[in-house]
């Protein structure tokens, strides 16, 4: 498999987490709505599943709806907040530096008429509660903040802002794309005072095609998907058994070892700094924050160009984020970093099951596209 770096664009599944899903397929394969023993079986087991993944999260099973993905229960929330606000207000606050699952529902809430302020980021890549408190008005009906940058790894101060809205008596939902924090940063939807959060399987070892949503208990959204009233009402469509079966499992398992892996992804993080830094023209670009993400750039080379050498040598790391596709980021954009500096912007991330030689690896190929490659003349 080579060097696997890429750990913020999507994780392997993990054994335990596949073996898990065959199962569901192979032996527990009844449709959770069925009133034959086959059938509730499976929705008794999903009913465990959700205990599992809700224990992770740190709330209660009925707070927690499947969804297919962190995109889905990021739509969700912004769609039915404001559909709940909407005799409040029409307001929305979100950040600048949010994923497109975020900024995009928000873009087209502008299109319908919608006021959306984005909140720019400090030098530090994170948002200042001075701004989002300027930003707080009566009219307000929904906050949108992330808990880590998918691209930075800044952790952004979600309860500040929980506290902020109801010091203000604002009547603002609060919701959190917590897709790239769940298992990376400890947290539970109750300390950080937030009624809607989203996360996502393929970021903790689960499958792809697989997400959650948290609702606070007492908030009653509209619903995700209107049909046969699967998951209490707000999300129909037949619980895909295999797929919640693993991101269970690994959530579990992940929220087991969860003090281990985030020790070894900050020891990791600390000797990849250590390493890359020794590399001519390399600058970190925010040392600190979550421990699983170090965006790096390596001044004056184009990131696309360093990238394929690199996957040439079976290192993996991304160029930005993966959900780009070739376009500028918009979050190292918003940090209005010098052109040069954004252009070889690189994303280097960890998992638990990452090693020192993954990043020795990454070290010696960078120093090699150092030398070797030409420095872009833009
Ligand atoms: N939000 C953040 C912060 C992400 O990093 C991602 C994925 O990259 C998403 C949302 C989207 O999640 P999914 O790929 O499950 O749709």
Redesign the pocket.
Known sequence: MGHYLDN??TTPVRPEAAQAALEAMTEGWGNPSARYDLGTRAADQVKLWRADVAAAMGCLPEEVIFTS????S?NWAIQAAVQLGRHKGRHIITTAIE?S??LNPCKELERQGYEVTYLKPNRRGTIDLEDLRAALRPDTILVSM?L???ELGTVLPVAETAKAIKDAKCPALLHC?A??GFLKVPFTPAQLGVDML?I????IHAP?GI?AMYIRKGLKLPPMILGGGQENGLRSGTEPTAQIAALATAAKLGQASLERDLRHMEELKAYAVERLTAIPGLNVLVPDGAPHILPITLTGYKSEVVVRFLSDRGIYVSAG???HRGKPSHVYAALKLPKKQQDGVLRVSFSYDTTREDVDALASGLAAAHDQLFPSLS
């Open positions: 913020a664009a993905c962190g995109t889905e990021d994923h699952a975020v992330m880590v940058n998918n794309d897709v790239q989203s996502s399987g393929h970021k792809k997400g984020s993966a959900c």
